[in-house]
């Protein structure tokens, strides 16, 4: 079901109904904007990847609108910020879905909000879009109308453990997150894995994220052994003080984990740009670098980015396309389902390949996680350069 962007945001203002009976539908059926609710993490402590996915769906959304809507009907965004509250998430579900009546929900975009929204939402019989990385957010049995445009935290973990076991040799490991739902639920999941593949995990932590000084916990994993470390946060400031404790010690040992290590707003928060040196970060092939060049589709979104005067200096492109993707999908399951709740799941259902800037989505009845393998890389943060990164070292372009 490979969907063209013309195709999306092309179609008739006339109804299948109308259609039918010869008759124009009436102006307020073809009229009324289709609701779509937001939940973006643009403040707070995890909210480098809201603010990075919101600009790509902002501009997918004007761009929809703009080109006529879907079959003439505009798109609206009833955006919340969670301010990476899972409380605030929660409140503003009841809003959306309650009295707003929105057609679907994208996000939140934050697992720790996630956890909270999902349940709620699933209550209320609304089909749902998130990015979010923790395994349990997507259940068919459970959650019979959320579905993930991104990758599960077993996939990603599963990428940085490869990396770190099979490509780097390395089997002592130090394991570390701040204390958010996502942060928990990774180092809880990606242990395991790792012990499965012969790696012997000597240091394992959930820290505060606001504590300031990590040397001790630092000096903990070096005597341990530990020949990486391997942290899970989407908090710049934890993950920059943990490149700026290493960096301080003369620990020349690679720091291997979640994509927020390679963000703007990370390098921001570096003492010394070397500081950046051998750390590797999740990212995705279809927007990292490989022999130079972007992949087409990448290249041409950087272009039109650049066009429209969004810049990259506090973001990364994934997070930009991701959110891209999601308006864009969005629109393509309107076009062709219209709006009614059990339509959209039924449509979404059969999406086979649809070809995305950040990925190549994929969903069936039975799964609703729709990211390839094959797709989830990692990359070298230090070559950073219009939000994208080279592939890391021993992957093949």
């Known amino acids: 079901m490979s969907i063209s962007r013309r195709q999306i945001l092309a179609g008739s203002a006339v109804s299948a109904a109308a259609l039918a009976s010869g008759f124009p539908a009436p102006a307020i059926a073809q009229n009324e904007p289709i609701k779509i609710g937001y939940l973006p993490a643009l403040t707070g402590p995890s909210s480098s990847t809201g603010v ?62 996630a956890l909270a929204a999902t349940p709620l939402i699933a209550r209320d019989k609304v089909p749902m879009l998130h990015p979010c990385w923790v395994d349990e957010l997507i259940d068919v049995k459970k959650y019979p109308m959320a579905f993930r445009i991104a990758p599960t935290n077993t996939q990603v973990g ?128 279809q927007v990292c670098y490989a022999n130079g060049k972007l992949p087409p589709r990448a290249q041409e979104f950087v272009d039109r980015l650049k066009a429209a005067k969004i810049g990259f200096g506090d973001t990364l492109l994934w997070w930009v396309a991701l959110g891209w993707d999601g308006g864009t999908i969005m629109a393509d399951i309107f076009k062709n389902a219209g709006t009614k709740n059990d339509d959209v799941v039924a449509y979404m259902n059969k999406v086979k390949g649809w070809p995305g800037i950040y990925g190549t989505v994929t969903w069936t009845p039975e799964q609703h996680n729709g990211f390839p393998d094959s797709e989830v890389v990692m990359c070298e943060v230090n070559s950073l350069k219009d939000g994208a990164f080279n592939l890391a070292p021993g992957y093949s372009a």
């Not at 300031?212 to 391997?230: F, N, V």
């Not at 010690?249 to 921001?268: C, E, F, H, R, Y």
């Open 52 to 113: 990075g996915i919101n600009r790509g769906t902002q501009l997918a959304v004007e761009l929809i609108n703009k080109e006529g809507g879907i079959k003439g009907r505009k798109i609206e965004l009833i955006s919340r910020d969670t301010q990476s509250d899972p409380t605030k998430a929660v409140n503003a579900v009841a809003e959306l879905t309650q009295r707003a009546k929105v057609s679907m929900i994208f996000g939140p975009l934050n697992s720790g909000e």
């Open 158 to 285: 599963a990428g940085a453990n490869y990396y770190v076991v099979d490509v780097l040799k390395l089997k002592k490991v130090a394991v570390i997150s701040d204390t958010t739902g996502y942060g928990t639920a990774s180092v809880n999941t990606y242990v395991p894995m790792l012990k499965a593949k012969g790696a012997e995990v000597v240091y394992q932590n959930h820290i505060d994220a606001a504590n300031p000084d990590l040397k001790p916990e630092l000096l903990r994993m070096q005597a341990a052994g530990a020949q990486a470390i391997m942290p899970w946060s989407v908090n710049a400031g934890f993950l920059s003080r943990i490149c700026n404790t290493r960096g301080a010690m003369g620990w020349d040992v690679p720091i291997v984990g979640q994509t927020t290590l390679g963000s703007g707003q990370t390098k921001a928060l570096l003492e010394k740009p070397e500081y950046w040196n051998k750390v590797y970060s999740n990212n995705f092939r």
